[in-house]
Structures are given as C-alpha cells and as structure tokens.
C-alpha cells in the first residue's frame, strides 16, 4: 500500500549545517515574470554554492498561471488577467492582493532529496500555520493545496462541504526548488472564478478573512517564519 502523504516524516533540517534562510518580504506587488527570473537566478546561485537559500513573502497583481498540467478548458475567461505558464507542477491558480505568496528556494541535497516529503512538509508549514489563527486545514490524497472544511455549507448527502485555503505548486532544478505555497488572507474570491483552481470544480475557494478572522498580512508572516523554523531550520531577514 501506498504511503500517504500525511504519513510521511516532515524533518527537512539541514543536514550539513544550521546556515540560516534568508528570509525575504517585499510590501509591494512583485511582477510575476520578475518574481520568475529572480527565483530561476538564485536557485541557480544556490546549486553552484554561490548563495544562501531563500524564502521570499510576496505579493503578485491579479494575474493566473497555468502548471505543467494545466487543461486549456480550465482557463473560463482567458481575457480577464494575465496568464502566465510556469515550469511549476500543477493546474491554473490565481495569485492577486490579499493572498501572501511563499516562494522557498530550498537546496533539497542538504536536506532530503525526496520531492515527496518536501512537499508533505511544505504542507505541514501551511497546516501549522493556519493553526496559529484556530483553523483546521487538511490534507487531501486526491488533490492539491490545503482544505478547510464548511459544515454549514450545502453538500452532497453523507459529505461535508469543504474550501480550499491554500495551494502548493514547486519545481526542482538541480535539486533546488522553486515556487512554493499562497495562502488566502484577504484576496477577491471573485477573482477564482476566471479559472478551475487547480482543476477541481466541487469545492470552494476560501479565505482567513472569509472565514471570520481578521488577520493581517504581517500576522501571517510572522506565523510563517516560526512554523517554517520549526520544520526548515534558522532564517535570519535581509532586504
């Protein structure tokens, strides 16, 4: 049998050494192509030894992207925003203001070279995360992202309704990952409706402050670096 991903041991520490992550945030939506060459450039650095690995917490102006699996047919308003294809696994999800990107570029042969527990970890980094604010996100075998579920929502007799809260898209180059998670803080959920998020077409697109929370963006950074700590290993801020 198969193991899950759930079940799969979630210690990405270094194992050379405790060289800090760099941890990066810029307070003004970042160009998705710029973002794309800055993270192509620095995973390169990082696999030649030229740089320190890298965590950037961004923001994107409304735009979609389409992963390596992306179905044509899932682009409904192809004309809304830019659409962007990315070397990233996955289908089409939205990134606009409101929603805090994570992009990790991590050197998985210092760590572990298992692209599946790297991104069950990425997973758990989200999850403990959003248990910071008292919201249960889960993991699905069958899809993607992280899911919070809806009870009071309409659903199919003996189902639960559930949202989806957060995404997880990551490509490796020379064991280097790029891309990495968005969670919804505030986003115009209105905004999904352009695309079938990540292919899936029976659940819901959520948000912190959807669900009742007012957090803030700078709440959610804080909350990302020390559940990333606990998982990845130091960080230290620069510029």
């Not at 320190?52 to 682009?75: Q, R």
């Not at 910071?132 to 993607?144: C, N």
Request: hydrophobic share 40%; aromatic share 8%; with cysteine.
């Amino acid at each position: 049998m198969a193991i899950q991903r759930a079940q799969l041991s979630n210690n990405m520490q270094r194992t050379d050494d405790a060289t800090p992550v760099e941890w990066r945030i810029s307070d003004t939506p970042i160009d998705y192509q710029e973002a794309l060459d800055v993270m192509e450039q620095r995973a390169l650095d990082i696999a030649n030894g030229k740089a320190a690995e890298l965590v950037w917490l961004l923001e994107h102006p409304p735009l979609y992207t389409a992963g390596t699996s992306a179905d044509a047919t899932d682009l409904v308003q192809p004309d809304r925003f830019p659409v962007y294809k990315t070397g990233r696994g996955g289908q089409y999800t939205y990134h606009g203001p409101g929603q805090r990107v994570a992009y990790a570029m991590l050197d998985l042969k210092r760590r572990k070279p298992d692209v599946r527990v790297f991104v069950s970890t990425l997973e758990r980094w989200t999850i403990d995360t959003l248990q910071s604010f008292g919201v249960t996100g889960e993991r699905r075998e069958d899809r993607v992202g992280v899911w919070v579920k809806r009870p009071a929502r309409p659903a199919p007799a003996g189902e639960v309704a559930e949202d989806k809260i957060a995404a997880i898209g990551i490509r490796l180059k020379k064991w280097v990952s790029l891309h990495g998670i968005s969670i919804n803080v505030e986003p115009e959920l209105e905004h999904f409706s352009g695309i079938v998020p990540c292919g899936v077409q029976n659940h819901g697109i959520t948000s912190l402050v959807d669900l009742g929370l007012p957090v803030t963006m700078n709440d959610l950074d804080i909350e990302l670096r020390k559940n990333f700590e606990d998982l990845f290993g130091p960080t230290k801020i620069v510029d």
